[in-house]
């Protein structure tokens, strides 16, 4: 039942920079210097320990307990558990390679409320409108167009994504892209992947079809075209 209070914490360890934070600090911090780094209130900081739990138990930081009492060779700093980054939160570090964007994006009320409707949605006949449309009244693209907000919410996500993929593609699938002169991305938003397509095969041509207010909003100094329209 209390399931969604992993993704909460989550979300929280994003508005607060936690894994930035602790990365300060070499890739390990105590409480005491992740508070330091982080904006709370002083009256918060049981409850912030009771955060790292949820955050240590669920993997997104690991843990390390302090030396146990009465031992001789600790010291004041050692009374304190060590919070570690993992796999999963060095993913939420910097700008380089970060799911932050991304991470924000799906914990978003927008995202996230739906869901309550979901037993509902389920009743209803197909074909029907998908379960965010069902909530909203309006697709997930035409709230965009209308939530300035929530439509750079979804395009730094979908950025973010195409960074960390294509980085990852382009190194170890470049067979894929041999032997191709041009391709499409169809819904490719701003052209992040198109982008660094062109990038590591300059003999591609690349083009980005998407709607006309996301095309309106694509970079000018980039290799890549851009086409509006509705696929």
């Not at 470049?174 to 002169?181: K, L, M, T």
Request: charged fraction near 15%.
């Amino acid at each position: 039942t209390f399931a969604y209070i992993k993704s909460m914490a989550l979300k929280s360890a994003l508005d607060l920079g936690l894994a930035d934070a602790i990365y300060h600090h070499g890739g390990s911090a105590t409480l005491p210097q992740i508070v330091a780094r982080v904006t709370l209130h002083p009256s918060k900081t049981l409850h912030l320990r009771r955060l790292m739990r949820v955050l240590a138990t669920t993997g997104v930081f690991s843990v390390q307990q302090p030396s146990p009492l009465g031992d001789d060779c600790s010291s004041a700093s050692d009374s304190e558990p060590v919070y570690k980054l993992t796999a999963v939160s060095a993913l939420l570090v910097g700008p380089r390679r970060s799911h932050v964007p991304l991470a924000a994006f799906v914990v978003d009320p927008a995202l996230v409320t739906p869901f309550f409707e979901l037993g509902k949605w389920l009743q209803r006949e197909l074909p029907g409108p998908c379960i965010f449309e069902h909530a909203h009244g309006q697709t997930i693209w035409e709230h965009a167009n209308g939530d300035a907000a929530f439509n750079a919410l979804l395009n730094d996500g979908m950025l973010s994504d195409s960074h960390f993929i294509m980085d990852i593609a382009s190194k170890e699938c470049a067979h894929v892209f041999q032997g191709i002169s041009s391709l499409v991305d169809v819904g490719g938003g701003l052209g992040a992947a198109a982008q660094a397509i062109s990038l590591a095969f300059p003999g591609v041509k690349c083009s980005v079809l998407d709607l006309d207010h996301v095309v309106a909003k694509a970079p000018s100094d980039t290799q890549v075209s851009y086409i509006g329209g509705d696929m």
